[in-house]
């Protein structure tokens, strides 16, 4: 069974850094993306990435966040920089247009001092 994989996650204080990774055995095939959802509000798209490496984000994170992949290892990477603690939330990957695979447990990134 296909699965989605997240990890990267952990605590960091406003204005760290933190490298997200998302591995799928088909990964390949789909423009993918990070999504996160944070206590009491529905899932969000963070960063997508077409299969041709066409990038595009949500605006809050326009300028800090890079997401990119690398096909040959399965893996999506979201490298986050300048947190702030609005980003707090478990982060997930899937597909970008719609879910692909079942979610998976996420990772948690909490950003606080």
């Known amino acids: 069974q296909v699965q989605v994989v997240e990890s990267g996650g952990g605590l960091v204080q406003p204005g760290g850094s933190l490298r997200l990774s998302c591995t799928a055995s088909?990964?390949?095939?789909?423009?993918m993306a990070w999504y996160r959802q944070s206590q009491g509000k529905q899932r969000e798209l963070v960063a997508a990435?077409?299969?041709?490496?066409?990038?595009n984000y949500l605006d809050s994170v326009k300028g800090r966040f890079t997401i990119s992949r690398d096909n040959a290892k399965k893996t999506v990477y979201l490298q986050m920089n300048s947190l702030k603690p609005e980003d707090t939330a478990v982060y997930y990957c899937?597909?970008?247009?719609?879910?692909?695979?079942?979610w998976g447990q996420g990772t948690q990134v909490t950003v606080s001092s």
């Open positions: 088909t990964m390949s095939l789909y423009a």
């Open positions: 990435i077409s299969r041709g490496g066409i990038t």
């Open positions: 899937n597909g970008a247009q719609s879910a692909i695979w079942d």
